[in-house]
């Protein structure tokens, strides 16, 4: 049987086809490169939440990791990141059983004994923006420059002071925000911070300090 082969056009449409599809995949490339860029930086953000809470309890004395704008020495830019502020005096339980004159002189040793030490700052990648940082549902405050680092409070026994959000966002994605978004979350009652995807909130059920999701 005499079989028919590809006509001109329809070899034209195949190519064309092909044409249009490896226009599109560097492209959807990038964005992959773009989604994994977020990805990473939301990793490397929960490690160090998890990690400032394991080294208040290993150290016995509060943790703070502060989300904030800082300029780099090198080039001078401004740049997004976070650093991890400590303390090398532990805290110490005053007993109620004392007076209060007795805590007071404590608490004022304690004070002027302590000194505050810093990391370095780990910075956010280029094109990645800390969009904004909660406390409470539907108030965002933005880590930005200049301003003072915001602060997360890891005390003695790993609690934390109160539930966070903390949205990143890939500014290089052309595509709605809430696809190009993650939000960080440290979870209020068991101190342990995850990640999901868009514009996460806290809760409004209960207060900040309860807890994340």
Known sequence: MHQRGFTLLELLAVVLIMGTVLLLVPISLENVGAQGKLKNTANSL????????ERAILDAHEVYLEIG??????SEEWRQ????KFTNVPAQDISETEDEGERERRRAARARDREWLYSGWHA??????????????GAWRRAGQGGKP???????DGTVESAVAIRIENVDMEVNKEYRTLTVIVNGLTSEASWVEGLGE?????PSSNFGN
Do not use: C, H
């Open 46 to 53: 929960v490690a160090a939440m998890n990690g400032g809470r």
């Open 81 to 84: 990141g976070w650093r991890f």
């Open 124 to 137: 956010v990648p280029r094109g990645v923006e800390i969009a904004g940082v909660s406390t409470q549902k």
């Open 69 to 74: 704008g800082y300029q780099d020495d090198d």
């Open 150 to 156: 915001i602060p997360i409070r890891f005390f003695a």
């Open 202 to 206: 806290l809760t409004e059920s209960l």
